[in-house]
């Protein structure tokens, strides 16, 4: 029963990155928002990942002399997304190219920060830079939230290294190079600095979502936390409204202007993904926040919305401990470093091992390589991070338990796997021959900017190709875990969610995984997920002022 109700302007359902934009604008705009979150924490999963924006044709890029042009991106964007899809359309890419710049500079007049962050785009192609389109945010004290520092979102591991993601990949080659040290020295320095001065000093996405969170309460909007959304109100086909459920009673809340979900997408709902995913498919695979379990898409769909790329997700290769528990995720930081190579149950190559993580996983499951093996040799531990373990001896405890396979020669290692023996000894045969010449004929590992970009610079002439030879041997499962699913409800260049004849449902709009992904079924660039939920969040609170005046 309702016993209670309240009015907006409009409401935000969901406090990722893309909300506290949209907020801003209604509230410049003179009207009264309101942001909903069924969570304690603010943040989703935007606070857990790199804490970069993909934002073509941006201030910051072309200042560090990018060149960069809609025109330029537009033609990279379609070369590597291809064909259009309803949640990709043309429309929706120029509208997320057009309006992202000026949505950076609006948020900086607000009083964020930003800065270009060199990483490349995540495919070589026409209109690609090598130095990317990636903008980051600056470390973040969020000791500065005072009582709200609480109501911050974690990764259950705990709070991020204060290093932003640029220099985490040079940390990687610290045993090989004076860069790695140098960024080492500069953490240590951090750390110490941190203590001293009684800080608690973010990188990534929790200084994204800290700053954003810092300018959305000094803007004064409201943010209801442990509120969780029960249904829209709709009225003569217009959604006008949502009743939740807060404080253990039931309200209404009207939105005189609309409503926007930015609610995440279903990575953790075990009947969604049994149902649209991939096989095998597993909801202790996601490393999402513990919201992310897709009600609010179902409820959108019981409104008659469009969805897309529902088998679709942010795949990203992880490894994980005997207890189920996440041990890494592996990029090509690790699994593209020289000395290391995946391979199926047949003992074969299947993937260049220095694509960009979704491609990896996408193609884990095109190979049928669910998991596959990672195979890595002394040399690979000697001189490089394994996830978040250091260089060096591994420790006991997780050959232990079962985690790290260890043998002295590579037969023993496929039988401790299960990987066919004679196999995995011609694809290391033959994998050694390409090392030799320094080009990877099978995969084209190496010859991309973003390969080489985590590779081993030290490594000659390819920073990316090393041989397996040097005993022991090690071997690790790899699983396609996920930072979120692309699935989602189709949407238009204005954020608004459609029918499946593209008439708009009026009223509602939907950004970050709530939407289908607006880049189609590949990540063009570091930020590729968090970038264009803020922008969309931005272009639907401008369409819904514009379409009320």
């Known amino acids: 029963m309702v016993v209670s109700e309240e009015t907006f302007d409009f409401v935000i359902v969901g406090s990722g990155a893309g909300s506290v934009p949209a907020a801003l604008v209604l509230q410049e705009q003179g009207k009264r928002v309101l942001i909903i979150e069924k969570q304690a924490v603010i943040g989703g999963t935007s606070a857990y990942s790199g804490g970069v924006i993909w934002v073509p044709n941006n201030d910051h890029v072309n200042a560090a002399g990018g060149n960069d042009s809609p025109e330029r991106a537009k033609a990279y964007f379609d070369a590597i997304a291809g064909d259009p899809l309803p949640s990709s359309s043309h429309a929706r890419r120029e509208s997320w190219i057009r309006n992202g710049a000026e949505m950076v500079r609006f948020l900086e007049r607000k009083g964020m920060k930003f800065f270009h962050s060199g990483l490349p785009d995540y495919y070589d ?107 829209f109100i709709v009225e003569n086909g ?158 006991e405890t997780l050959i232990e338990c079962g985690y790290l396979k260890r043998a002295g020669s590579l037969d023993k290692i496929a039988r401790l796997c299960g990987i066919d023996a004679e196999g995995l000894a011609r694809t290391v045969q033959h994998f050694n021959g390409l090392v030799h010449t320094g080009v990877d004929d099978d995969f084209h590992r190496g010859e991309s900017a973003f390969n080489q970009y985590y590779g081993d610079p030290k490594t000659k002439p390819n920073p990316n190709l090393g041989t397996i030879a040097k005993p022991p041997f090690y071997a690790v499962a790899i699983y396609p875990g996920d930072i979120g699913t692309c699935g989602g409800i189709v949407a238009d260049e204005h954020a608004r969610a459609l029918r499946p004849d593209g008439v708009p449902i009026p009223g509602l709009y939907v950004t970050g995984n709530t939407s289908a992904a607006a880049g189609g079924r590949v990540y063009l660039g570091a930020g590729a997920a968090v970038g264009p939920s803020m922008i969309f969040g931005y272009v639907a609170a401008r369409h819904a002022v514009r379409a009320n005046l």
């Open 125 to 231: 192609g026409p209109g690609s830079l090598p130095q990317g389109r990636g903008l980051a945010t600056p470390l973040f004290n969020a000791k500065e939230l005072g009582d709200w520092e609480a109501k911050l979102s974690m990764p259950a591991a705990g709070r991020r290294m204060p290093l932003h993601i640029m220099e985490g990949v040079k940390i990687l080659t610290i045993k090989q190079t004076w860069r790695g040290k140098a960024v080492a020295l500069l953490l240590v320095y951090r750390k110490i600095k941190e203590r001293l001065l009684g800080q608690t000093l973010l990188s990534g996405g929790g200084a994204l979502l800290g700053r954003l969170l810092q300018i959305a309460l000094r803007e004064r909007v409201p943010i209801w936390t442990e509120t969780s959304v029960r249904d």
């Open 238 to 395: 217009r959604v006008v409204g949502v009743t939740a459920e807060r404080d253990g009673r039931m309200v209404t809340v009207r939105a005189n202007l609309g409503v926007l979900v930015n609610a995440g997408g279903f990575s953790r709902n075990r009947e969604m993904r049994d149902k649209y995913s991939p096989k095998p498919a597993s909801t202790d695979w996601t490393q999402v926040n513990p919201g992310d379990t897709g009600e609010m898409i179902r409820a959108i769909m019981d409104l008659g919305a469009a969805t897309d790329q529902m088998d679709e997700a942010f795949w990203f290769p992880c490894s994980y401990l005997p207890d189920g528990s996440t041990f890494s995720m592996h990029s090509a930081g690790d699994i593209g470093k020289p000395h290391c190579i995946l391979v199926d149950a047949r003992g074969n190559r299947f993937v260049n091992e220095a694509n960009p993580y979704m491609e990896v996983g996408k193609t884990m499951y095109e190979a049928g390589a669910v998991p596959a093996w990672a195979i890595f040799d002394s040399e690979h531990r000697r001189k490089y991070f394994w996830g978040m373990a250091m260089p060096g001896k591994p420790a």
